[in-house]
């Protein structure tokens, strides 16, 4: 599975990015997608998942009511709209996945990950 992310960007505080996720490869449908982002200095950290129907999304705290997970499996394609960024969602974002079994959890966890797109960068200035 080959994972490319797109979209990311410059926005000022408040503005909104779309980013993509897309396979090759392997189909996506029937496994479930993740993002994770990382900013300078810390360690990567869950944003949102979600499973492969697109029923269940799962969202850190940090982003939940600004965030939407989405995915079209006929595309091979998963998004995050990102809405009301703050300078503090700056970061490199990452899609990714894990192609065994078990309960969503498992997709907030980045050791269980086995397979990344190269990152986005996404910065948000004050």
């Known amino acids: 599975v080959q994972l490319q992310a797109s979209g990311g960007g410059w926005v000022q505080d408040g503005g909104s990015l779309r980013l993509s996720c897309a396979a090759s490869?392997?189909?996506?449908?029937?496994?479930?997608m993740s993002w994770f982002r990382q900013a300078p200095g810390k360690e990567r950290e869950f944003v949102s998942a979600i499973d492969w129907s697109g029923n269940r999304r799962n969202y850190a705290n940090f982003v939940k009511g600004r965030f939407t997970i989405s995915r079209d499996n006929a595309k091979n394609l998963v998004s995050l709209q990102m809405n009301s960024l703050k300078p503090e969602d700056t970061a490199v974002y990452y899609c990714?996945?894990?192609?065994?079994?078990?309960?969503?959890?498992?997709?907030?966890?980045?050791?269980?990950?086995?397979?990344w797109g190269k990152g986005t960068l996404v910065t948000v200035s004050s």
């Open positions: 990714a996945t894990y192609l065994g079994t078990g309960p969503m959890s498992v997709m907030e966890d980045v050791r269980r990950m086995e397979f």
């Open positions: 490869g392997r189909g996506l449908s029937g496994f479930a």
